[in-house]
C-alpha cells in the first residue's frame, strides 16, 4: 500500500492517522464520561487514562497537519462543480471538517487548562509533568469543565454526522468516499 494519498485515494499515513483518532477520541470521550463512575481507588488511573488520551489526541493532530502540508488531499468524490447543490454538500464536508479539526485540537486544551485550574500538574505520558501555573481555582474549574464536557460532546456528535454522511455516501450516492479511507485490502472486496 502507497503511504501518500493519491487524486483518488488516501494513502496508509492519511488513513493510519484518521482511525488512530478516532480510536483515541472514542477512548477519551468513554474514560470522561465513566471516569466519575469508577470505584474510589480506580478513578486517578480513568484519569490519566483520560489525560492520555487527550495529548495523544494533540499529538496526533499535530501530525494530521503537518501530514496534510506535506501531501495532497485527495479529490472530493465525485464532485460536480456545475450542480448547486453538489456546492452546497461539498462546503458543508469542508465545514465539517474544519469543525471537527478545530474541536480536536480545542478539546484537549480545554482539557488542559482544567486540569490546571484544579491546581493540578499534567502528566506527559508517564515521563514528565509541567506544575500548573495557577493556583487551585473551584469556580473556574467548574465553569472550564462545563465547557469541555460541551465541547466534547459537540466533537462526537460532529463525528457521528461524519461518519453518517461517510455510509450516506456508500450506501445511498453510492460513490468510493468511505471506502477511500478503509484500507486497501477492504477496497477489493466489492
Known sequence: MRLRNTNTDYGAVSQSL???????VALAWLSGILGDELPGGMRKSG?????????AILVLMAARMGW??????????????????????ELAG????????ALLIAVPVIGIVLQFARGEALPLFGL??????????RAFAHNVKELHEIA????VVLA???GGAALA??????????????????????
Open 18 to 24: 484518521h482511525w488512530l483518532t478516532v480510536v483515541f
Open 47 to 55: 484519569l490519566l487514562v483520560h489525560i492520555f488520551t487527550g495529548l
Open 68 to 89: 496534510r502540508a506535506f501531501d495532497r488531499m485527495p479529490l472530493a468524490e465525485g464532485a460536480d462543480r456545475t450542480s448547486s447543490v453538489s456546492r452546497w454538500v
Open 94 to 101: 469542508r465545514m465539517a471538517h474544519v469543525g471537527l479539526y
Open 128 to 137: 514528565m509533568e509541567i506544575t500548573s501555573p495557577w493556583q487551585k481555582d
Open 152 to 155: 466534547a460532546h459537540g466533537l
Open 160 to 162: 457521528g454526522l461524519h
Open 169 to 190: 455516501h456508500h450506501w445511498i450516492f453510492r460513490d468510493r468516499t468511505l471506502v477511500r479511507m478503509l484500507p486497501h485490502f477492504t477496497k477489493r472486496a466489492g
